[in-house]
């Protein structure tokens, strides 16, 4: 749940990248970090974990709109993705209003991508939450190393195997070139803002 702020007239809130272990979750932040700088309002922090990475960074997005006067705040965070270590990933998780589950591309993750998806929705469960309805996009990343010829799953399969019941926003993208990174973000921004201004609604 995000943070408001009526005296600084600002709303804080939280948008998690999950998905398995190096299917790209660290890629698509640190392009997002470097491409769009006149949105970001802070440094990277990063806190390591053997092997692994939690990063985030506040991003201010722009022409989006404020919500009732007020500036609407982002942090963006990744996860580590590693199986070993579930009870970060919980914690991040923690008041999260907007996901973006990176899925990899690569056929022999299948089963990866699978697990992590499940393992979101019984995290999410142990918070209340569902991912039938919070703020989702999925991301199918690595579409670029179908040029170098090595195999992978074709977005119609992805589709079935993830986004069969959830009908979420799905985009193809190669976080390592930057392709669909941009669209994959602003989407769940939407989604989110949108999200955040029914909350409103209700809470007034
Ligand atoms: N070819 C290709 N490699 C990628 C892409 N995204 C990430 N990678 C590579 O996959 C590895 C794992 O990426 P990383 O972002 O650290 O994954 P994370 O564990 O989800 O944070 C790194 O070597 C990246 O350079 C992509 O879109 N295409
Ligand atoms: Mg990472």
Same mark, same amino acid.
């Given at each position: 749940m995000a943070t408001f702020n009526f005296k600084n007239r600002?709303?804080?809130c939280k948008i998690v990248y999950y998905g398995p272990g190096r299917?790209?979750?660290t890629t698509n932040l640190e392009y997002i970090f470097h491409t769009y700088k006149k949105q970001v309002t802070g440094e990277m922090v990063s806190i390591d974990t053997e092997g692994d990475r939690t990063l985030f960074f506040d991003f201010l997005p722009m022409g989006l709109g404020?919500? #009732?006067?007020?500036?609407?705040?982002?942090?963006?965070?990744?996860?580590?993705?590693?199986?070993?270590?579930?009870?970060?990933?919980?914690l991040v998780l923690k008041e999260v209003d907007?996901?973006?589950?990176?899925?990899?591309? =690569?056929?022999? #993750?299948?089963?990866?991508?699978?697990?992590?998806?499940?393992?979101?929705?019984?995290n999410l469960k142990s918070y209340g939450l569902s991912v039938l309805n919070i703020p989702l996009v999925l991301q199918y990343?690595?579409?670029?190393?179908?040029?170098e010829g090595i195999p992978l799953m074709p977005i119609a399969q992805m589709d079935k195997?993830?986004?069969?019941? =959830?009908k979420a926003p799905a985009f193809p993208a190669s976080a390592l070139k930057g392709d669909g990174v941009g669209a994959t973000v602003t989407e769940i921004l939407k #989604?989110? =803002? =949108?999200?955040?201004?029914?909350?409103?609604?209700?809470?007034?």
């Open positions: 600002e709303i804080e299917c790209g979750k404020k919500i #009732r006067g007020c500036d609407v705040k982002v942090q963006l965070y990744t996860v580590p993705g590693q199986v070993q270590y579930s009870s970060t990933r919980k907007g996901i973006v589950f990176v899925a990899d591309s =690569l056929e022999v #993750r299948r089963d990866k991508n699978m697990q992590s998806l499940k393992d979101l929705h019984e990343n690595k579409r670029d190393l179908d040029a195997d993830l986004n069969r019941q =959830l #989604r989110t =803002l =949108l999200s955040l201004q029914k909350q409103l609604k209700w809470a007034t």
